[in-house]
């Protein structure tokens, strides 16, 4: 049976920096965007609400559509499954310290010990952001287009 799988994505830019998530997911380390999958009964704003609220504690609200997938990917963890990715950029809904936002920030890759969904976060700067800096093919075309605002 194919299927599709709706992620949900938010860019969130704090003083020239754009926040990432390293993970490790089924034996992969892979770095991404934070946000997850859609769930059944739930718009794509309340996804990236839920899964900013979730995985980082921090509130945010959806400032602008930014991306949609408008090309075909396989999923990397099922290969009779599409998907497709939401990409918005977020604020968060309270000023926050960027060396000290209320979740724990690393300057090191893959800043976690290796068991299945480790997560650690670090910023990107926006100068320096680069497709080689995701896992993904679609986060890769997205970090692209950020870097392409900046040109």
């Known amino acids: 049976m194919r299927n599709f799988n709706v992620r949900v994505y938010g860019i969130l830019i704090h003083n020239e920096q ?19 999958g859609l769930e059944f009964g739930e718009g794509t704003h309340d996804c990236v609400i839920r899964e900013f609220k979730e995985e980082l504690d921090l509130e945010v ?9 408008d090309f075909f990917v396989n999923s990397a963890f099922n290969v009779h499954s599409q998907v497709i990715s939401i990409y918005y950029l977020v604020k968060t ?13 690393s ?3 893959f800043d976690f010990d290796k068991k299945e969904g480790a997560q650690s ?15 993904f093919i679609i986060d890769k075309r997205v970090a692209e287009m950020l870097a392409a605002r900046k040109e």
Do not use: A
Not at 31 to 36: E, I, M, N, S
Not at 93 to 105: A, M, T
């Open 93 to 105: 809904r309270h000023e926050f310290d960027l060396n000290n936002p209320g979740f724990k920030i």
């Open 61 to 69: 609200e959806v400032v602008s559509h930014f991306y949609t997938t």
């Open 121 to 135: 976060l670090r910023w990107i700067s926006m100068n320096h952001i680069s497709d080689n800096d995701f896992t």
């Open 107 to 109: 300057k090191t890759v």
């Open 18 to 36: 754009v926040l990432v998530s390293d993970e490790y997911i089924k034996g992969m380390n892979i770095t991404k965007f934070p946000g997850g």
